[in-house]
């Protein structure tokens, strides 16, 4: 049984080079307030899986790609899985957190996702689009996308990467739950600042877009990030549910909002640990 002060191992990378975000500066902020009521200590995910059998829980934030370390976080998982270790987020996310098929299964599925395929003979079932966007299945942070020719795109459809058609959206926006309890949303109102986010004030409509992926995931505690698209027509389009290690952007957010995710994640970790959800 956890103590009264629930050990937690805070796992993060302060150094990752991210464009236009600074991960040290959201876990110092997040750390800061996670301590008043736990004890807590922060290492590199390369240290993880060394470390996390002292500690009732592992949180995994700001961890950077693992495709960076990919041997070293499969044998974090592995071994996690094998002692039951409570990680948050929990390894049973259906999203990134198991690579990209997702997209496929969803767009296989009908759900209002940017259309995508692996596979050449596959094309034809995407709309008709003068550019098309090609990237790793397991790929990250814009590592290995490329925006490609239709002729292009037909050649490295191998089922090794995933292709879409090139959305001239209007902007892109995301929405923030812990649990599946939803925190706020940012958007970036120009495309070509993709971090340079503002609050997002969502109608009821896209609340119930979002609402559907949340639904959709296994990860019943933790946080996860919807991002969108607005696509010409108006609607929306998912075009990635992070349940891995999700950046927050929590500088772009007011004080009261801050501090009520900071208050949702705290009560959330701790029903978690506790075991009493």
């Known amino acids: ?99 990209k098929q997702y997209l496929l299964d969803l767009t296989a599925a009908g759900f209002p996702v940017v259309p995508t395929v692996d596979r050449a003979e596959d094309l034809p079932l995407l709309p008709d689009a003068g550019r098309y966007v090609v990237k790793p299945k397991l790929g990250a942070d814009s590592i290995g996308l ?24 209007a902007y892109e926006v995301s929405f923030y739950f812990v649990d599946d309890a939803f925190q706020y949303a940012l958007y970036a109102p120009h495309t070509d600042r993709r971090w340079q986010l503002e609050p997002y004030e969502p109608t009821a409509s896209d609340l119930e877009f979002a609402r559907r992926f949340i639904d959709w995931n296994t990860v019943r505690h933790g946080i996860q990030r919807v991002d969108a698209c607005r696509a010409p027509d108006g609607s929306l389009l998912l075009v990635e549910l992070e349940d891995l290690n999700p950046y927050l952007s929590l500088d772009a957010v007011d004080d009261t909002r801050r501090d009520a995710f900071v208050a949702a994640m705290k009560a959330s970790l701790r029903r978690f640990v506790t075991g009493s959800a």
Do not use: W
Request: aromatic share 8%; net charge negative; glycine share 6%.
């Open 1 to 99: 049984m956890p103590a009264e002060r629930p050990r937690i191992l805070y796992v993060s990378d302060l150094a990752y080079p991210a464009r236009g975000r600074r991960y040290c500066d959201e876990d110092i902020h997040l750390t800061s307030r996670l301590r008043e009521d736990f004890d807590l200590a922060l290492c590199h995910p390369r240290d993880a899986a060394a470390l996390m059998d002292a500690f009732d829980a592992v949180v995994v934030r700001n961890s950077g790609p693992v495709l960076g370390y990919l041997d070293v976080y499969d044998d974090f998982r592995r071994r996690a899985l094998a002692a039951g270790t409570r990680v948050y987020n929990p390894l049973t996310g259906k999203g990134d957190m198991a690579g």
């Open 146 to 169: 490329r925006i490609v020719s239709r002729e292009e795109a037909a050649e490295a459809a191998d089922g090794t990467v995933l292709v879409q058609p090139h959305v001239d959206f």
